[in-house]
């Protein structure tokens, strides 16, 4: 994912990138408002794709606009896939999407972390419970470490 810095002319509507992956036959759109204090980006769209084919020419379709709005300082849109490009996130600066093949967008779970916050995704409670307990086994007690270099 590339950050992008788009001055106010060239910055993307939510509407108008909504209206984007639609018309890109991008189902189950998920649009979630960013708190501004975590000044990353004001939204952040989630969509699932309904193919490998599908994700990547939806972001063709998406950097093709993008290259029309922006301005001459503002880079290019870079896709970042995750594994087997089941994946992708486009940062347009003041709007982040998320593509998602069906199984992977269930598996990361977007939208609990960023619209319930961490303390209430199971995925991430599940997941420190387990670090947790790995972390108490590789933890040696005081007591014992006296007894080693003795």
């Known amino acids: 994912m590339i ?6 002319n060239s910055k993307f509507d939510i509407d108008y990138v909504v209206k984007l992956l639609k018309n890109e036959n991008v189902q189950d759109l998920c649009c979630i408002k960013i708190p501004a204090e975590i000044n990353y980006a004001d939204y952040m769209v989630i969509g699932t794709c309904l193919s490998d084919k599908h994700l990547n020419a939806t972001f063709i379709s998406i ?6 709005k922006k ?6 849109l870079q896709k ?9 996130a486009l940062d347009m600066g003041n709007v982040v999407v998320h593509l998602f093949l ?10 609990t972390l960023w619209s319930c ?9 599940e997941f420190t419970k387990k670090q947790s307990d790995i972390e108490k086994r590789l933890i040696v ?3 014992e470490l006296n007894e080693k270099n003795a």
Do not use: A, T, V
């Open 3 to 8: 950050l992008l810095s788009l001055d106010e």
């Open 63 to 68: 950097n093709r606009k993008f290259k029309s």
């Open 71 to 76: 301005s001459e300082r503002n880079q290019y």
């Open 80 to 88: 970042k896939s995750g594994k087997e490009e089941k994946w992708c």
């Open 102 to 111: 069906e199984e992977h967008r269930e598996y990361y779970d977007l939208e």
């Open 117 to 125: 916050g961490i303390e209430f995704d199971e995925k991430y409670i």
């Open 141 to 143: 007690p005081d007591e």
